[in-house]
């Protein structure tokens, strides 16, 4: 046997052993994958997604942009326990911001070797790393008197908030404006 017909078997070895090393996807996925891909496109044919005309949420959300652009705005922020009492409300100098709000990216994408990226946290502007998101809320105008309301609900407490003050038996909570 010459150097050129063993290094032929060899890399035909090799390829083979590499071959053999690579598991398949099992039959029952590719069942399972094709049994939800008809069961989507029965969906798709039964209930065709329907043409949007009047783009209603993406009105909604330019509002409350439109809304919170305005310099000086107060907002009335109701703070109620999980026991659906209410603690107070306060008067806010604008609405309130989730704490894992930043002004700068929360990730950063670092190269590794090669072509590979790594998506690392990045921390905030005061040196430290955040989690998290801004997710936990939803805001709806008041029909009867076109005001933005907000429902913040994080933890044990809810948070109602309102461009205008609501209607409940609530008394206000005060910071004390003295010099402690």
Same mark, same amino acid.
């Given at each position: 046997?010459?150097?050129?017909?063993?290094?032929?078997?060899?890399?035909?070895?090799?390829?083979?052993?590499?071959?053999?090393?690579?598991?398949?996807?099992?039959?029952?996925?590719?069942?399972?994958?094709?049994?939800? &891909?008809?069961?989507?496109? $029965?969906?798709?044919?039964?209930?065709?997604?329907?043409?949007? $005309?009047?783009?209603?949420?993406?009105?909604?959300?330019?509002?409350?942009?439109?809304?919170? &652009?305005?310099?000086?705005?107060?907002?009335?922020?109701?703070?109620?326990?999980?026991?659906?009492?209410?603690?107070?409300?306060?008067?806010?100098?604008?609405?309130?911001?989730?704490?894992?709000?930043? *002004?700068?990216?929360?990730?950063?994408?670092?190269?590794?070797?090669?072509?590979?990226?790594?998506?690392?946290?990045?921390?905030?502007?005061?040196?430290?790393?955040?989690?998290?998101?801004?997710?936990?809320?939803?805001?709806?105008? &008041?029909?009867?008197?076109?005001? *933005?309301?907000?429902?913040?609900?994080?933890?044990? *407490?809810?948070?109602?908030?309102?461009? $205008?003050?609501?209607? *409940?038996?609530? $008394?206000?909570?005060?910071?004390?404006?003295?010099?402690?």
């Amino acid at each position: 046997m010459n150097i050129r017909n063993f290094t032929m078997i060899a890399a035909i070895f090799l390829a083979a052993m590499m071959v053999m090393a690579c598991d398949p996807p099992s039959s029952t996925s590719h069942e399972q994958e094709a049994s939800r &891909d008809s069961a989507m496109d $029965q969906a798709h044919a039964s209930v065709p997604i329907p043409t949007t $005309q009047n783009f209603m949420t993406r009105e909604t959300v330019a509002e409350f942009m439109r809304r919170i &652009d305005e310099p000086n705005k107060v907002f009335y922020v109701y703070v109620m326990a999980n026991n659906g009492n209410y603690v107070g409300y306060y008067v806010s100098r604008g609405r309130p911001v989730n704490i894992c709000t930043f *002004l700068t990216p929360p990730d950063r994408v670092e190269r590794h070797s090669g072509p590979r990226y790594v998506t690392r946290s990045a921390p905030g502007m005061d040196g430290v790393y955040y989690g998290g998101n801004a997710c936990d809320s939803e805001y709806f105008f &008041d029909a009867a008197t076109d005001s *933005l309301i907000e429902i913040v609900t994080r933890g044990g *407490l809810s948070m109602f908030v309102s461009e $205008q003050p609501l209607e *409940l038996d609530v $008394q206000r909570i005060r910071v004390d404006a003295g010099t402690g």
